[in-house]
């Protein structure tokens, strides 16, 4: 499920600020855009989602791309997006912490099994499950408001799972956490939202499916 969502300003400002940076070479700039660029809006997504604010997320990405473009000479990543989003995760937590003293976090929370994670990474998109299938269907405004109300760090993996399209290896390249812990937190993040969107009936229906 892809949502575009972009503040007009971020991205007509975000651009600018590189094509007048006169201490970079033409070379690194125009690498810059067509490697970086194209996934401002997927920034913004993020930073609207773990901020749920969105003013302050504008501010987040307009720093989070300056930041970006100035270690972009060091970037050796395989995946541009993952490493922008790791910078605009970085923001959104120096951000926060700014606004309330502190970043709140889930501190205990099960990961799979190294065998676990080999067996899931070998069949890596299997066929969606009831969770799946559900915010797909749902309105955008639920799933929005649903997503919303999950605690982190669930909801920055469903985000960046769900709404951006992210693999496993690139969401514990965003996070910084093995990828059990990103299945773990995953898995965990869908049945919050079922139990979200659907009526407490229903979601118990649908999570004791899909265990089975």
């Not at 050796?76 to 700014?98: D, E, H, K, M």
Request: charged share 25%; with cysteine; glycine share 6%.
């Amino acid at each position: 499920m892809k949502q575009g969502t972009g503040r007009k300003n971020v991205k007509v400002i975000a651009p600018s600020l590189f094509t007048r940076n006169r201490a970079a070479g033409v070379g690194q700039v125009q690498q810059f855009q067509e490697m970086i660029l194209p996934h401002l809006d997927g920034a913004y997504n993020l930073a609207r989602y773990l901020t749920r604010d969105p003013t302050l997320s504008d501010d987040v990405v307009q720093d989070a791309m300056v930041r970006a473009f100035r270690a972009f000479g060091q970037f050796r990543g395989a995946s541009p997006r993952a490493w922008l989003f790791a910078i605009v995760r970085n923001c959104c937590r120096t951000a926060q912490a700014g606004q309330s003293g502190a970043v709140s976090l889930v501190a205990s929370e099960s990961s799979l099994s190294e065998d676990a994670v080999i067996q899931l990474s070998e069949h890596a998109d299997p066929r969606p499950g009831p969770e799946e299938e559900l915010l797909r269907k749902a309105d955008i405004t639920c799933v929005r408001q649903a997503i919303e109300a999950i605690p982190e760090p669930f909801r920055e993996v469903i985000v960046l799972r769900e709404l951006e399209e992210l693999s496993y290896a690139e969401i514990a390249e965003v996070t910084g956490v093995p990828m059990g812990t990103v299945m773990s937190r995953l898995a965990r993040g869908r049945a919050m939202l079922t139990k979200e969107l659907l009526p407490p009936s229903k979601a118990t229906d649908e999570q004791s499916r899909s265990v089975k």
